[in-house]
């Protein structure tokens, strides 16, 4: 709550709810002022908080300046989406600016720091640039904007060329999704500092035709998206890439990966391109078993095995059995590649981790 | 709100709470679903929504299903800023992903648009790029982010170099509201395909030596900030700047402008250091009126008048009369300068029309 006044009074007594603060015993304290609410609760983005400290919504108490609170934890360090629920309503916590902009809604993250430095935080390393491009898409005949991240060194060396990944968001998020809440970019720092992944480009579209949610929605279906997206990837995106950054165009080093729907995508669109894409990669892939057939088997018919191919999933996610019916699928068909199965939900605190996991392995030998 | 589900199941009926609508006769629905609240309002973020149709707050009726929705207008068209108070506490709209993120808060917008482009809108000319750039000030020991737009054409003119612009947010506000919120990058773009600007970069840093209402604030007095940033801007932001972009690094090639804190920044470093910036603007600047003599005099006793010195104010700002002082004392000074008096409050339905103003004048003509 702010109170008052003067823009040029920095010294004046300002009253402002701070919320949330992260303890230093890793407890953190969630606050909302609702003087006048029956009940105030700490919720996250079904389903993407399973396995987390809102799993479920915790109730908090209301104090007698009628501010809600809640202290959880110790919490485990990581970066968690959270909103609140005021009376069956849910709202975002107003005191904090940081947030994860999707199609319709928003989400606001809180970071909870460790002992060390995490994959994803801002080091003391030469840091890459992020620059959001508007293009126009003529295959949607639409303006559209994509996030593109250029390694350090890149404006340096004039003389090296770089693979690409293509990085796809999910249903209902936006291009900006793998940089504010995914933070592609500095873990692609700390990894090319290390000397643990290639210097590379990741390229972030808005990975889908339409809106799914959106306010011009116009619901499509699975494969008609798919194919409408890839027509912009294949026409737009891609050839503005390589022709305004200094790219490596053969598939050996181009990547496309995909969390939850961009999963999906990446699968269907990689698999389907083999020729193109050398490496592909599902994070919590939001998939279907008429896929495996007719999509990706078909490519996979026509190409060699691709150099990787990456599936990854935790046991509480909603994608859970669907992504292990498609290892079962793989390894009937004898097609060479990584299952990482491991715990947790369909949130970033996998995607992060499988992020770096999988930008370790990209573009580092030569296929034959 | 959202009912469901697998995400794969794309044409499932899912019901979404659609807030806010602009109507075809440019009134503007706001929706926001509170059950079980006594009094929902309609609220514009003050000192910002002065003469908006949100002045004053606006309350809304709640209907059959527990929303509470307002239809407001017919509305000028123009992008506003608004937020609900429920039962007193300020909450975002959550249907609304378009915010402004500050500091410590966040605000919604909603766009009316008009019957031609407006001055910021994305029309299909050539689009300039914004980087988002992280890098070490040494000055404030952190590593900190700025956003830099460069004109279209600036990646295939390798031989042109560019003047720049250094452009400041508001106290309180962050490196990504020009952009978010001003539209400086489509306002820059619209004007360089009808040959009213000059191409030029924009560089736009955060704006402060240290948050003045965040976290770890430790609230420093106005000309400490000053100060403070002033050594961040000419130590780090511009060596950076002019070593990574071609650009020209004349005073005549170099201005200065910013928006209310960030107005009384320009006003301060830019006059005080005319050598280095040939332009300067303040748009509703924060000032006080003991830097006139002790800043502004003392730079102007140095150096030669500004090519361009050009203060705007709306006259329902609450800066209004200070900035009224301003330019009385610039006229007994007789120091050139261009006034910019109009109508409207502090906010940026005249900030982006100020910076379309002022970039039709940069770095037009040499200084003799």
Known sequence: MVTGGDPTNFSRDRTYLVSPVVNADRTVTFRFAAPKADEVQLHGLSPS???????????????????????????????????????????????????????????????????????????????????????????????????????????????TQYPVLYLLHGTGGSESNW???GRANFILDNLIAAGAAVPMLVVMPYGRAYPKIGRESGSIGFRENIELFERDLFDNVIPRIESDYRVLTDSDH????GLSGGGGQSLA???????????????????????????????????????????????????????????????????????????????????????????????????S
């Open 49 to 159: 908080a399973r396995g987390t400290f809102i799993d479920p919504p915790k109730p908090m108490s209301r104090n007698a300046d009628g501010v809600w609170e809640i202290a959880v934890g110790p919490v485990a360090p990581d970066i968690y989406r959270y909103n609140f629920v005021v009376d069956g309503a849910a709202v975002n916590d107003h005191n904090n600016p940081t947030v994860s902009q999707s199609e319709r809604t928003l989400g606001n993250f809180v970071e909870v720091p460790g002992e060390g430095p995490a994959i994803y935080d801002v080091t003391e390393v030469p840091h890459g640039d992020v620059t959001m491009r508007w293009y126009r898409s003529e295959s949607l005949n639409t303006t559209r904007r994509m996030f593109v991240y250029t390694p350090p060194g890149y404006h340096s060396n004039a003389n």
């Open 254 to 257: 181009r990547a496309i990966a």
């Open 269 to 367: 669109i990689g698999l389907g391109n083999l020729d193109k894409f050398g490496s592909v990669a599902g994070f919590s892939a939001a998939i279907r078993e008429s896929e495996f057939d007719d999509v990706y088997g078909a490519g996979l018919d026509q190409s060699p095995t691709p150099r990787l191919l990456w599936i990854g999933c935790g046991d509480l996610d909603h994608l859970y059995d669907v992504n292990r019916s498609l290892l079962n699928w793989l390894e009937k068909r004898d097609v060479a590649h990584i299952a990482h199965l491991n715990g947790g939900g369909h949130d970033f605190q996998n995607w992060r981790p499988y992020l770096h996991e999988v930008a370790q392995r990209l573009f580092k030998t030569t296929a």
């Open 179 to 181: 940089i504010n809440e």
